[in-house]
């Protein structure tokens, strides 16, 4: 029976319309991608309309395939340009850049590739293999394990914080409070809009990190024109060579990266982004040589590269057991699967295995795609290094202002763009790291919205964040590791090397 419908799958995948659609929406996903501002969710909108008039598999096969491009197309502008091309790529966009500006720039590109594609397999092995176990432990995650885990998110900040911790919280604190601009996710009620109907929607995630990455680094190549690109330029050349002796290296992270992107994938409303954040602060937390990360270490690459693939296809779980999307991209494909007569739930494994075995097939497809693709993108954007630095940063403003409106149809997103922009390039000149401040506007919403919640079902009671199994390990782990950050950071701990 089950050989029969896996042949079944392999017949509705394996035809030659089908390949093309997967291979066009490959490219697509991959432009889509390294376009700053454009998302992986927004490469899966555009798609619906088309997905309109195909079949169900190749539907799917489209925004399966564009998706997983689009995430790991965001690290090609993040490294050459430090512009993270997706949300996915903003946690580790500063040690990629770091890597091209030391002339490890191939090899920064040549780990994302290989490492996307790996972390992408192995989440579409566990989709597989663990789909409804793994569904059953992210359904059991409400309001107080989402506060706690949100809340250990947020303790990555002082790991990413790479010289200064105080410097790092205060610019997590910057980001936290620009996140409260807006309307109050609990009681619905409007702060620090100061009468602004544009305001009332909140400091835009996109814009945000647009203005903060790039726009300050514009800033920073105006007032240093130089032969950078130059030198960039020649560092691009086999992008595969020294990955085989990484992966060999930190194999551990690897696995670890990959783990935690399964993990967090899973559990409905957090996603890729988070995935890559926290996997990249344990990854520096966990390092024999943590001072090496902020200096452009691939280390911290390898583990967030893995997550933030593994966690796209562990979305997919949520969604398709229980019809629960896991991230913004799950929400739009449950739609289109309703529409397909794809119902999600228990039931479409028995109504229409085929169908759910050529849909882990397309993932398999996609995720061995991106190899070829990844590196003919790859090469293709070297070009833009070739073009000479006073025509390139207009250019690059250019994708930088359509970007930012595409994202709020108005020029409120460009003005969000340009302030946050010059303000990341005063605060990044006194020595306060960005990255945190990034993280603060991610996850904190989502701390702020819980908190609330769980207060209200516990009526006010702040033992009941730890009456829950997980919620009360969680609760524990991250309170640990806060006095032991509180330790490391004492006058006490300052005077033990002085000491030695």
């Given amino acids: 029976m089950t050989v029969d419908i896996l042949f079944q799958a392999f017949a509705l995948v394996f035809r030659w319309d089908v390949i ?61 340009l430090r512009m993270p091309g997706t949300p996915a790529s903003a946690a580790y966009t500063d040690e990629s850049y770091l890597m091209g500006r030391k002339g490890l720039l191939d090899l920064n590109l040549g780990t994302n590739l290989v490492t996307s594609v790996l972390g992408g397999l192995i ?32 303790t990555c900040a002082v790991f990413l914080a790479t010289n200064d911790p105080l410097k790092g919280f205060a610019s997590l604190f910057i980001g936290l409070g620009l996140g409260t601009i807006g309307i109050d996710p609990a009681a619905g009620f409007p702060r620090f809009t100061f009468g602004s109907v544009e305001l009332m929607q909140g400091i835009s995630f996109i814009p945000a990190m647009i203005g903060m990455f790039a726009i300050s680094e514009l800033l920073r190549g105006v007032t240093s024109m130089g032969a950078a690109s130059e ?23 690897f696995l670890r990266g990959s783990g ?15 995935a890559a954040w926290i996997s990249y602060a344990v990854s520096k937390r966990f390092s024999k040589e943590p001072e090496k990360f902020g200096t452009g270490h691939v280390e911290g690459i390898v583990d967030a590269g893995a997550a933030n693939n593994s966690a796209l296809a562990a979305a997919w779980i949520p969604a398709l057991v229980f019809g629960i999307p896991g991230d913004s991209i799950t929400a739009i494909v449950i739609g289109v699967l309703y529409m397909k007569g794809m119902n999600p739930g228990p039931t479409v494994f028995l109504q229409n295995p085929q169908l759910i ?14 190899l070829p693709l990844g590196w003919a993108i790859i090469k293709s954007a070297k070009q833009v290094l070739r073009v000479p630095k006073n025509i390139l940063l207009p250019m690059i403003l250019i994708f ?28 990044e000149e006194n020595g306060f790291p960005i990255a945190p401040i990034i993280l603060g506007l991610v996850l904190g919403e989502m701390f702020e919205q819980n908190f609330i919640t769980s ?18 390990m969680l609760g524990v782990a991250t309170i640990a590791i806060w006095l032991i950050m509180l330790w490391r950071m004492g006058p006490w701990a300052k005077a033990k090397p002085a000491a030695a």
């Fill in 260 to 274: 935690i992107g399964v993990v967090i994938g899973a559990l409905p409303g957090a996603g890729a982004d988070i």
């Fill in 357 to 370: 075995y050529a849909v882990f097939m397309i993932f398999v497809l996609a995720n061995l795609l991106m």
């Fill in 455 to 472: 207060m209200i079902k516990s009526d006010g009671s702040f033992l009941a964040f730890f009456a829950r199994p997980i919620a009360g």
């Fill in 400 to 427: 930088c202002v359509v970007g930012s409106y595409a994202m709020t149809n108005s020029v409120y997103g460009i003005i969000i763009m340009l302030v946050l922009g010059v303000f990341a390039f005063m605060l």
């Fill in 20 to 80: 093309l659609i997967i291979l066009a929406s490959g490219l697509f996903g991959m432009f889509v991608g390294a376009m700053p501002g454009l998302t992986a969710t927004m490469a899966t909108a555009l798609l619906i309309p088309v997905t309109f008039f195909m079949d169900p598999v190749p539907a799917l096969g489209a925004i399966v395939t564009a998706t997983a491009m689009a995430i790991f197309a965001g690290d090609i502008p993040a490294a050459m």
């Fill in 123 to 154: 989440g579409v092995a566990i989709l597989v293999l663990a789909a409804p176990a793994l569904a059953e432990f992210a359904l059991a995650f409400s309001s107080f394990e989402y506060f706690w885990l949100a809340a250990l998110g947020l």
């Fill in 231 to 253: 030198a960039a330029l020649q560092q691009v050349g086999n992008v595969f060579k020294g990955v085989g002796g990484v992966l060999r290296q930190y194999w551990v992270n």
